[in-house]
């Protein structure tokens, strides 16, 4: 199983609800992603969990608020958000490995949110 | 800082060779990368090439790479309308063990038939 997946694949929600979104993969990967990638733009990296821990955040606004259960899940809990934050949002996954060894992320088809 | 540089639109002829290119901004960059994005998907590793070489040939791809002028291309030979695509090349930078990559601006390649 190579695969990453997302739930849901579209999202429309207003700026005073909550809503997550969800990421999983049974590659035993031990480092996660989310990537946010506004149209025709490219993909710009959020967060990092590694084994579990958040590892990396970068700058993100607080109104994300990532959390990685365990090490097949990966989720991204949003909370009053603007309508600047529509955005495929994506996520993927890698083995952890250092000293300059190549690790390929494995990317999820993303989920489409709107913020009204 | 400095944007990973892909010119935004290509458009090939059917059968033709296509060649992207891309300038990247780290010199110590370990691997760069050729990433896919079909509409409304996800983004599907193509082919990378390591810092040392300077081409790579993968089937139909051939990477060449210019470190003195961080230039990077990717050639896909005889174009076919399944090619149509986003194609972002990416840089890689280790943070703490953790893999980091910068994404270029992406390139819009469409076939005319």
């Known amino acids: 199983d190579t695969e990453v997946t997302q739930t849901p694949k579209h999202l429309v929600m207003g700026m005073t609800n909550k809503k997550s979104l969800k990421c999983e993969q049974h590659?035993?990967?031990?480092?996660m992603y989310w990537y946010k990638q506004k149209a025709k733009k490219p993909p710009e990296l959020m967060f990092v969990?590694?084994?579990?821990?958040?590892?990396i955040n970068e700058s993100v606004p607080s109104r994300f608020s990532p959390e990685c259960p365990n090490s097949s899940l990966l989720n991204l809990h949003l909370h009053a958000l603007q309508p600047e934050d529509s955005a495929l949002y994506l996520c993927?996954?890698?083995?952890?490995?250092?000293?300059?060894?190549?690790?390929?992320?494995?990317f999820g088809p993303g989920t489409r949110l709107t913020v009204l | 800082g400095e944007d990973v540089e892909q010119s935004l639109f290509l458009s090939v002829r059917e059968g033709d060779s296509s060649v992207i290119n891309c300038t990247y901004t780290?010199?110590?960059?370990?691997?760069l990368y050729w990433y896919k994005q079909e509409p409304g998907a996800g983004l599907q590793l193509l082919t990378y090439?390591?810092?040392?070489?300077d081409m790579k040939q993968d089937q139909r791809l051939t990477v060449l790479l210019n470190k003195k002028d961080k230039h990077l291309s990717l050639r896909i030979a005889d174009t076919q309308t399944g090619d149509s695509a986003i194609y972002f090349c990416?840089?890689?930078?280790?943070?703490?063990?953790?893999?980091?990559?910068?994404f270029g601006t992406g390139t819009r390649l469409t076939i005319i038939p």
């Open positions: 090439i390591f810092s040392n070489m």
């Open positions: 780290d010199s110590s960059s370990t691997y």
């Open positions: 590659m035993g990967h031990r480092a």
């Open positions: 993927a996954s890698s083995q952890v490995t250092s000293g300059g060894a190549r690790n390929e992320q494995f």
């Open positions: 990416a840089e890689y930078r280790e943070d703490f063990g953790n893999e980091k990559l910068t």
């Open positions: 969990y590694s084994y579990e821990k958040l590892s």
